[in-house]
């Protein structure tokens, strides 16, 4: 069974970066693409970050200039790290993984996804 656990979040300061990590495991090796999301309340869960399959990596519009998504393919998974955080930054973090071989082509809506992990919860105070 392929499960993912993320990690890394906290209470942290505005203008502050932290680093979150997504670990797969369960047998999914490596090619698959894997996309952050971000969940405030009363707010759709959105896809900030993706990492495609061939290196591709795509983000959300407004978070580009300070969002970083890598593979850690020692844990099977990916990192997602944040620079300069804000207060809207706060909110759960969730990872996602497509199915073996599954290009992403681009963020996807959650939908797209039917592997997740239970989120890392991030909280940015001013």
């Known amino acids: 069974e392929v499960r993912l656990a993320e990690s890394g979040g906290g209470s942290v300061q505005s203008g502050d970066s932290l680093k979150l990590s997504c670990e797969v495991s369960g047998g999914l090796g490596t090619d698959y693409c894997i996309q952050w999301f971000r969940e405030v309340p009363g707010k759709e869960r959105e896809g900030v970050a993706v990492?495609?399959?061939?290196?591709?990596?795509t983000y959300l519009d407004s978070v580009k200039d300070r969002f970083t998504i890598s593979r850690v393919n020692a844990k099977n998974g990916a990192s997602l790290t944040i620079k300069s955080l804000q207060p809207e930054d706060s909110g759960m973090y969730y990872c996602?993984?497509?199915?073996?071989?599954?290009?992403?082509?681009?963020?996807?809506?959650?939908?797209?996804?039917?592997?997740w992990g239970q989120g890392t919860r991030v909280a940015v105070s001013s």
């Open positions: 996602a993984a497509s199915h073996w071989r599954q290009n992403c082509g681009g963020l996807k809506p959650r939908t797209f996804f039917g592997r």
């Open positions: 990492y495609d399959r061939g290196g591709r990596r």
